[in-house]
Each structure stands twice: as structure tokens, then as C-alpha cells.
């Protein structure tokens, strides 16, 4: 929906632009509703009058009419009347997105659920009450499809594999109590648990969010790849039930191809698991990469250095004595068995039934 003072740039050829006019009865009003209800290819344009009296008199048959249209504007509309608008919108479920440039929209920014202010001639109000702020209108296009899609992407990304990681943790764990007949003790001690989740895994994690699947170029040269975001298939009940069996398998792997290749010690254990499960999550960041960025390799190498340095610092944690060339060979024989089947089906996924963006790319 649009609230400005004209159609430009929003009708396409094939679009047929019905006006409710200030001069329209509520009859009218109602009988043109009903009639562009029934066809897809039309555009409605409402005048400030006409647009209070449909609110009024007819606020779910128009609410219902223009949440499905290809676009609808409103024009000359009072400051409260575009915080009404946005309101009833959200009210029905709809995302609002609202933009404005001067202080009667403040009160529309701030119904709506994302608020972007435009610092223009009429001052600073809107760009000081809204969530976001750009310099001109057409700034507003790599908001939404640069930083508004990566966004998207990333933070679905980024919760997920905190979630596993996590999980991939605690999996190990239950195994650990399940095989060794419910004892109650803890497989790693408090400052690997504290190593794991900081030191040895923040940086490469949270390195996630310079990922980029395709450059600015391409997708403002292809704005269709936007719509993918819309579907929520970055975040949704089957990638996060994909993510917990990836930790089931992962840590159920880890714990049992540890425990079977080396000694029944428990600090053997501790140390060919805990190292199997550091190498495999620096592997599943790069996994989950398009493009590899130089920050994302020093953070991985850097994550190296440090575990390798503070393990003598915790050998009554870890058995330092244990690390021969014979232990580092099986600990990458684990590493590559609960990380390359995955990676691999991974691939071929990507080859059998490529993204959107996979197949542009590719066209390009």
C-alpha cells in the first residue's frame, strides 16, 4: 500500500487503475470494493475523503481488498488516517513497512512494524522517530534488497547454528550418560564448556554475518531474488528440524567413534572428543559459506592457534600426553566422518535442485 500523491512507478502496463473518489457515496464505495475484489490486475487509487468513510463503514471488506491488491494508494491523507491505515494492516497480519519523509508521518512510522525515515527538506522528525533513516528515496531500493535480504539470511543462519551448536554439546553429553550407565558427571569440565562456547567457536560463528551470496550488482539487477526471503524457507520448521538431526548425528558420531578407536580413559575421551568437535564445527562454518571472506579465514586460524596454545594450559583437563601423530590422524578420520557426509549431501542438493539465485548466477 501506498500513501503519496500518485501512481508513478507503481502500475504496470497490464494494470487497470480504479479511483474511489472524495464525491462517492458509501454505496459506490462499496460496490467498487466488491467489483475490484474480483479481478487481480487492477490498482486502487482512494482520495483522503473517500478513504476515512471506508474506514468507517467498510474497514474489513477494504483492509481484506487492499491487502491483496498488486498496490493500492492513498492520496492527501490527514496524519491519522495513515496511522489507522497502518494499524489495521498489522492487525490483519500483514508486515508493514512504512516510509516517510516529514513530521505528519510519524505517527504512521511508528504504527507500523519497520519505521524508515527519509532526512529530506521537511526536517529531521521522520528519520529521528523511525527504526531506519536514508538520505533520499532511492536509497530505500538497497535497503530493502541488500541490507534487508542479507539480514534475513544471515540472522536465520547465524540462530541456527547457535542453536546446534549448542545442541551438538549436549547430544555428546546424553551419550556419554546413556553408555556409561547414567553417571552423574559432567564429559568436559567447566573451562572447556566456557573454551567451547567462546574462545574456540565465537569468531568463527558470528563471522557468519559477512557472508554474501551474490553481489550488490546482480541483485538490484535481479530484485525477483528478494521474493525468495518472502517464502521464510531460511527459517522455518524443516531447516530448524534439519539442524537437529545434523547435531544428533554430529555428537552421537564424535562420542562413539571416539570412544571405540582409543582407550576406555576417560580423559582420552575427553580430549579426542572435545578436539573431533572443535574441527567439525570450524568445518560447518565453512559449510554454510558462499564466498569465503578474509575475515572468516583469520578467525578460523585464529581459533586454531588459540586451542592449540591453551591446551597445555589445561592438561588436567585434556591428555597432552595423547597427542601423537597416530592421535591426530584419527581425530581428523572423525573430524571428516561427522563433517564430509554431510557437506557432501550438501553439494549435491545444491546440484540436483539449485536456489533461485544459484540458477541467475549461473545464467548470468
Same mark, same amino acid.
Given at each position: *500500500? ?25 454505496? !459506490? ?24 468513510? @471506508? ?14 491488491? +498488486? ?36 505517527? *504512521? ?115 525477483? &531474488? ?7 524457507? !531460511? ?6 528440524? &534439519? /539442524? ?36 567439525? !564445527? ?11 571472506? +578474509?575475515? *572468516? ?6 581459533? @586454531? ?22 592421535? &591426530? ?6 573430524? &571428516? ?13 545444491? /546440484? /540436483? ?12
Amino acid at each position: *500500500m501506498c500513501i503519496r500523491d500518485s501512481s508513478t512507478g507503481i502500475q504496470a502496463q497490464s494494470h487497470e487503475v480504479i479511483i474511489a473518489k472524495d464525491g462517492m457515496d458509501d454505496l !459506490e464505495l462499496q460496490h467498487l470494493l466488491l467489483e475490484f475484489g474480483q479481478r487481480s490486475n487492477r490498482i486502487l487509487f482512494v482520495e483522503g475523503g473517500a478513504l476515512g468513510r @471506508l474506514i468507517e463503514k467498510h474497514p474489513k471488506l477494504f483492509f481484506e481488498v487492499a491487502s491483496t491488491a +498488486p498496490a493500492v494508494v492513498c492520496c492527501r491523507c490527514l496524519p491519522t488516517q495513515k496511522a489507522l491505515v497502518a494499524e489495521r494492516l498489522r492487525a490483519l497480519g500483514v508486515r508493514v513497512a512504512a516510509v516517510g519523509d516529514g513530521g505528519n508521518d510519524v505517527g *504512521m512510522i511508528q504504527s507500523s512494524d519497520v519505521g524508515i525515515g527519509i532526512v529530506g527538506k521537511e526536517g529531521t522528525q521522520a528519520a529521528l522517530a523511525s527504526d531506519f533513516s536514508i538520505l533520499c528515496f532511492r536509497d530505500l531500493r538497497k535497503l530493502i534488497l541488500w541490507h534487508g535480504r542479507n539480514a534475513y539470511k544471515r540472522s536465520s543462519t547465524l540462530a541456527q547454528f547457535v542453536i546446534h551448536r549448542g545442541l551438538i554439546i549436549s547430544i555428546i553429553q546424553l551419550f556419554f550418560t546413556l553408555t556409561f550407565y547414567y553417571v552423574a558427571i559432567s564429559i568436559y569440565n567447566g573451562f572447556l564448556l566456557v573454551g567451547y562456547t567462546t574462545l574456540y567457536t565465537s569468531l568463527p560463528v558470528f563471522c557468519l554475518i559477512f557472508d554474501e551470496d551474490i553481489d550488490l550488482k546482480n541483485l538490484l539487477k535481479f530484485p525477483i &531474488l528478494y521474493s525468495q526471503g518472502q517464502k521464510g524457507r !531460511e527459517l522455518s520448521s524443516k531447516t530448524f528440524l &534439519l /539442524w537437529i538431526w545434523k547435531s544428533i548425528y554430529q555428537g552421537g558420531l564424535i562420542f562413539y567413534l571416539g570412544l571405540f578407536l582409543f582407550d576406555r580413559s576417560f580423559l582420552v575421551i575427553v580430549t579426542i572428543t572435545f578436539t573431533a568437535l572443535i574441527f567439525s !564445527e570450524l568445518l560447518n562454518v565453512y559449510s554454510e559459506l558462499h564466498r569465503v571472506h +578474509p575475515v *572468516m579465514v583469520v578467525s578460523q586460524l585464529l581459533t @586454531l592457534v588459540v586451542y592449540m596454545a591453551s591446551i597445555f594450559f589445561l592438561n588436567q583437563y585434556i591428555n597432552t600426553k595423547a597427542l601423537t601423530p597416530r592421535f &591426530l590422524m584419527i581425530v581428523c578420520g572423525i573430524t &571428516l566422518a561427522s563433517w564430509g557426509p554431510l557437506h557432501l549431501i550438501q553439494q549435491l542438493r545444491a /546440484w /540436483w535442485a539449485p536456489s533461485e539465485q544459484a540458477k541467475i548466477m549461473n545464467a548470468v
